[in-house]
């Protein structure tokens, strides 16, 4: 998110519980500047990928965010080192219950994983993995599922069960352009995924 009435409009949604700032300069979503309005209600996730951790602990501070999302090959000691001031979400890339093994060191280190789909991009490839996979994840962390979820994936969402997880991360799939989200879709979705 970066466009100041779209993230008011978001973060008014009963629901939504975060919202994302990406800060990789190579993202379409790139937040290149601070927002006049930031959320007031949902907590903030600045997402980063390999970056140097005194610059992610300075945007840290200046945006005031909650939870760091980390997106690249961060290490788990690097992990480690920003999860003693913030909340830290380790994103790993699934393609086969093979992808599943490389959360094991991350144990401890972070405060939820998210499980995204394996692409040619970094994030944002808009595609969806095959949740079944999951069922082999027997880690202690619970989990974020994104890639690809799109407002036809309603029953999809409502249907999935693991006991580790711990929500949904809504990005392409809502949006009307990059960083614009469609907050009425999203309105609509929430409410309908809600047991």
């Known amino acids: 998110m970066r ?38 209600r949902a907590k903030r996730v600045g997402v980063f990928v390999d970056e140097d951790i005194e610059h992610v602990r300075h945007i840290a501070r200046q945006y005031r965010l909650d939870l760091i999302q980390l997106h690249g090959h961060e290490s788990p000691d690097y992990c480690q080192q920003l999860h003693s001031e913030w909340k830290v979400i380790k994103a790993f890339n699934i393609a086969t219950t093979y992808d599943l093994a490389q959360t094991a060191n991350y144990e401890g280190h972070a405060d939820y994983f998210l499980f995204d789909t394996k692409g040619k991009s970094i ?73």
């Open 3 to 40: 466009d100041a009435d779209n993230i008011q409009q978001v973060d008014a949604i009963k629901g939504i519980d975060w919202m994302g700032f990406i800060f990789w300069p190579k993202s379409k979503r790139f937040v290149s500047h601070q927002p006049v309005h930031m959320p007031q």
């Open 123 to 195: 994030g944002g490839n808009g595609t969806k993995f095959d949740w079944d996979i999951l069922i082999a994840y027997h880690g202690s962390t619970p989990f974020l599922l994104t890639g690809g979820i799109k407002p036809t994936d309603t029953e999809a969402v409502k249907q999935f069960r693991h006991p580790l997880y711990a929500g949904i991360d809504l990005n392409s799939g809502f949006e009307t352009a990059p960083a614009l989200k469609d907050a009425t879709a999203i309105g609509t979705f929430i409410q309908n995924v809600k047991p």
